[in-house]
């Protein structure tokens, strides 16, 4: 069974930087492509980033390219979104989840986790 927190999310102005975590509990962290979706209020869940199993590949959405950065270290089962610059359009819950292929994350058979949220005022 493999369970997501995530971490780290808050209330900040804009042009500030959050940097948000998500922890991995189950087996073989390093078998799993991971990633961040997010969603505003009255709007669908939307790919943010993703990260493949090593970490050498990474993806972003066009909102974020430049401002956010995803790692991982799979020494300590936990993933990161760095995120700089931050607009109010960034207002959201910021989720994290994992599925065994790359490129299929937040797809059916993703694991997610419950969220945090992320507050930016202008």
């Known amino acids: 069974q493999v369970e997501l927190v995530e971490s780290g999310g808050g209330m900040v102005q804009a042009g500030d930087s959050l940097r948000l975590s998500c922890t991995f509990s189950?087996?073989?962290?390093?078998?799993?492509?991971m990633g961040w979706f997010r969603q505003a209020p009255g709007k669908e869940r939307e790919f943010v980033s993703d990260?493949?199993?090593?970490?050498?590949?990474?993806n972003y959405a066009d909102s974020v390219k430049g401002r956010f950065t995803i790692s991982r270290d799979n020494g300590k089962n936990a993933m990161y979104l760095q995120m700089n610059n931050l607009d109010p359009d960034d207002t959201a819950v910021y989720y994290c989840?994992?599925?065994?292929?790359?490129?299929?994350?937040?797809?059916?058979?993703?694991?997610w986790g419950q969220g945090t949220q992320v507050t930016v005022f202008s």
């Open positions: 989840a994992a599925h065994l292929e790359y490129g299929r994350v937040g797809a059916t058979g993703s694991y």
């Open positions: 189950g087996r073989s962290f390093s078998s799993y492509a």
């Open positions: 990260i493949s199993w090593g970490g050498g590949t990474t």
